[in-house]
Structure formats: C-alpha cells, structure tokens
C-alpha cells in the first residue's frame, strides 16, 4: 500500500524559501508514476503547483512556476518542493500525491503539512 | 488556463436522499479528463472519480460521475452519514491543472 507523508519546516519568514520533502513507502518513485504538490490555504480551495516524473521532469502551475522548483531522490524515495520568496500568501497546508501521468487526477494523498509564512 | 465552476456553493440534504453535485468548465475538458475528490475535515482529499465517469478503487457504487465537455456531474444516489463533506472537482485536461472551488455537503 502506498503511502506518503510529507516534512519540513511549519514556520517560514517571508521573503526566505520554503522546502518540504515527501517520503513515499510502498512503492519505488523508480517505478513510474508522477508525484505531484497540491496547497490549500486555510478554509480555501485546492491550488495544483506541479509534478515530476521520476526520470526529472517536471510541469509546474505557470503562476507560481517562477518561484518553484521540484525535484526527486530516487534513492530516498522523496519528492521534493522548494518554493522562493515567500510571502503570507504562501501559508497553507501543503499536499504531496501521486499522479497517474504529467496531467491527471491525484491518488493517494499525503496527510498535509501546515506552512505558515510569518515573521 | 480552465476555470471550474462548482455549484451550488453548499448542499443540504439528508441521510438517504440523492446529491448532485456540478461542475462546469469555462471550456471544453478534453476527453474528459475530469476528477472528482471528497475531503472531510482534517483530512487530505480522496479520489472518488477519475475520466469523468470511472469510480477509483474502493469507492462504493452509490459515488457516480458523468458528464462532458464543459459540464460534469457528480451523484450520490443514498447519502450515507459518512458522505457529509465537501467535494472538488479537477480538470487535467490541459496542461494546467485546476481545481473548482468546492461544494460543502451538509446534513439538513
């Protein structure tokens, strides 16, 4: 059974980078899959930022593709996400999954990990 | 990039009635590349429909999906205590992926 459990820092300043990682069990990220990060700001909707293949590539949301960069550690296991320049805006709970393809719906989830951006 | 338009914003039904849930793109989705994910409170979301119409795995029968082109249905044909939550919508028909901005099912 995969399962994902996404870390990383719950407290980030604004203007510094943000960086999570997800650990995936059950599954070798080596196999094939995408392996996508969804956010959801507090009481708000669902917002995609991109997936990456385990070969490197990568597709990210075109509003935020400037400041993302996504990336993977076959021999870890881990996804990556690392996000610049911060603001509050940034501050939500923060999702890894794995996609079907480049483009496709997103299964099974990661638990979510919160973000604040705050000084 | 598409926009998803879910509605209505909340739903207030109760145990044993049928829900429908749309979602309507501000353009055609192609082959149907839509998705449909339910999130309870403090939960990460579930995929329930994958291609507009296919149940993921484990999802019971009375979860179904249909629709194409710009607008998509969701239906619960005997809502379960378990089934109260709010619903997404997904597109990934295009190279953005988006999201609708979701429908709270409530008990009345």
């Known amino acids: 059974q995969v399962q994902l459990q996404e870390s990383g820092p719950g407290l980030v300043k604004p203007s510094e980078t943000l960086s999570l990682t997800c650990a995936v069990s059950g599954y070798s990220i080596s196999s094939g899959y995408y392996w996508g990060w969804i956010r959801q700001p507090p009481g708000k909707g669902l917002e995609w930022i991109g997936n990456i293949h385990h070969s490197g590539s990568t597709y990210y949301n075109p509003s935020l593709k400037s400041r993302v960069t996504i990336s993977v550690d076959t021999s870890k296991n881990q996804v990556s996400l690392k996000l610049t320049s911060v603001t509050a805006a940034d501050t939500a709970v923060y999702y890894c999954?794995?996609?079907?393809?480049?483009?496709?719906?997103?299964?099974?989830w990661g638990q979510g990990t919160l973000v604040t951006v705050s000084s | 990039e598409i926009v998803l338009t879910q509605s209505p914003g909340t739903l207030s039904l109760s145990p044993g009635e049928r829900a429908t849930l749309s979602c309507r793109a501000s353009q055609s989705v192609t082959s149907s590349y839509l998705a449909w994910y339910q999130q309870k409170p403090g939960q990460a979301p579930r995929l329930l429909i994958y291609g507009a119409s296919s149940r993921a795995t484990g999802i019971p029968d009375r979860f179904s999906g249909s629709g194409s082109g710009t607008d998509f249905t969701l239906t619960i044909s005997r809502l379960e205590p378990e089934d109260f939550a709010v619903y997404y919508c997904q597109q990934y028909g295009s190279s953005s992926i988006t999201f609708g901005q979701g429908t709270r099912l409530e008990i009345k």
């Open positions: 999954a794995r996609c079907g393809g480049r483009n496709s719906s997103f299964g099974p």
